[in-house]
Each structure stands twice: as structure tokens, then as C-alpha cells.
T-cell receptor
């Protein structure tokens, strides 16, 4: 099976702009989670989607939003970018097996730089 | 705040030696997972251990879990230069769908 894919791999934006990141989960996986990784804060959970519904959300401002499509692909959007949004954004998918609760497989990430 | 904390923060060993890192967490968990990350890349899933399990093996990896002490350890035996990476523990809490809480990680350097 192909792994989790994320596009684009690198992005450079300026303050005030908005950005959309895309994630395609492993085939058959319906749960997609997003994380932000920075040197200062480490890995922080943004939100999780399952069957096009947001089931869980982390402590991020409303500028961070996401959605999931019927084919389980997910996008996250950050509006009005700030310098502090520079980070590696990671997406992960989970298999449907209940015994694999929250077992997540990550994509390569999108490196976002805000200038 | 982070649920898990790894110890040590950094570890430097030679090829062939064993590497042990520990993880402590604060609240009851459904399971605990270990991940590896090479220099700013994605996380690679290594192993998942459930709250009712005490030990698990996968190749050169051995993971233990002590729920009474809220701690876990990851042992890498016979380290190789390719094991150089950051290692993270992540906890999954019951009824917290899709959310893993990560520690700050242990940076492991294996020199040939």
C-alpha cells in the first residue's frame, strides 16, 4: 500500500497570506489527524477528521481550519499567516480496526516558512 | 502541556551498543506508541503497546510499559548508524479520537 502523501512538501509564504495543505491517507484509512511541529513547542495536535466530520480539535486559533472529503483526503487551511506559523505540518492516518486505536501513520510533512 | 516526557534528551553511543530511552506520562492511557524521526522528516511508526501489555518486541526493538509508574522504555539493541534519529513517545488517551500527545523526544546519535 502507498503511504500517506502530503502536498506540497515545501511552501514559502508572507505574513497575512493564507495557505492550504493537502493530505492523502493510506488506502482504507478514514481517520486523518494533523499536527504542527516546531522547535519550541514540539509536536502539537491540530485536529482530526473521520468520515468528513471533525471529531477532535486541539488548542489552536480559528485561523487554523480543516476539512475532509468523501474519499478521506483532507486539507488544512491557515489564514492570515503569522511568522510563528512557520513549522513542519504533519498529517497522519489511522486504520479502521478498533484494536488499532489511534495508531497513526505519518506522511513526510509540509515545511511551511512564513516571511 | 506535553503528556509525555522522554529521558534522556540526547544520547550518543557507538555502533553495536544498546540504546535505552524512557518516557513518563501523566494520565491514564489507552496505548503508548514510539516513533522515529530523521532530521525534519515525517514520523515513522515503530511500535504500539496497549495499556494491558507489559512488554513488546519488534526486531531489535523492545518496549516495556509500567502503568503503575506511568512510564515506558524503548530499547534498541545492537545499534547501527542508521538508527541515528529522534525518538518520540506518544500517548493515546481513551475517548480522544485521533489525538496523540507527544513528548519532546530523545535525540540519538550512533557513531560508526
Amino acid at each position: 500500500k502507498a503511504g500517506v502523501t502530503q502536498t506540497p512538501r515545501y511552501l514559502i509564504k508572507t505574513r497575512g497570506q493564507q495557505v492550504t495543505l493537502s493530505c492523502s491517507p493510506i488506502s482504507g484509512h478514514r481517520s486523518v489527524s494533523w499536527y504542527q511541529q516546531t522547535p519550541g513547542q514540539g509536536l502539537q495536535f491540530l485536529f482530526e477528521y473521520f468520515s468528513e466530520t471533525q471529531r477532535n480539535k486541539g488548542n489552536f486559533p480559528g485561523r487554523f481550519s480543516g476539512r475532509q472529503f468523501s474519499n478521506s483526503r483532507s486539507e488544512m487551511n491557515v489564514s492570515t499567516l503569522e511568522l510563528g506559523d512557520s513549522a513542519l505540518y504533519l498529517c497522519a492516518s489511522s486504520p479502521p480496526d478498533p484494536s488499532s486505536y489511534n495508531e497513526q501513520f505519518f506522511g513526510p510533512g509540509t515545511r511551511l516558512t512564513v516571511l | 502541556s506535553q503528556q509525555g516526557e522522554e529521558d534522556p534528551q540526547a544520547l550518543s553511543i557507538q555502533e553495536g551498543e544498546n540504546a535505552t530511552m524512557n518516557c513518563s506520562y501523566k494520565t491514564s492511557i489507552n496505548n503508548l506508541q514510539w516513533y522515529r524521526q530523521n532530521s525534519g522528516r515525517g514520523l515513522v511508526h515503530l511500535i504500539l503497546i496497549r495499556s494491558n501489555e507489559r512488554e513488546k518486541h519488534s526486531g531489535r526493538l523492545r518496549v516495556t510499559l509500567d502503568t503503575s509508574k506511568k512510564s515506558s522504555s524503548l530499547l534498541i539493541t545492537a545499534s547501527r548508524a542508521a538508527d541515528t534519529a529522534s525518538y518520540f513517545c506518544a500517548t493515546a488517551l481513551t475517548d480522544s479520537w485521533g489525538k496523540l500527545q507527544f513528548g519532546a523526544g530523545t535525540q540519538v546519535v550512533v557513531t560508526p
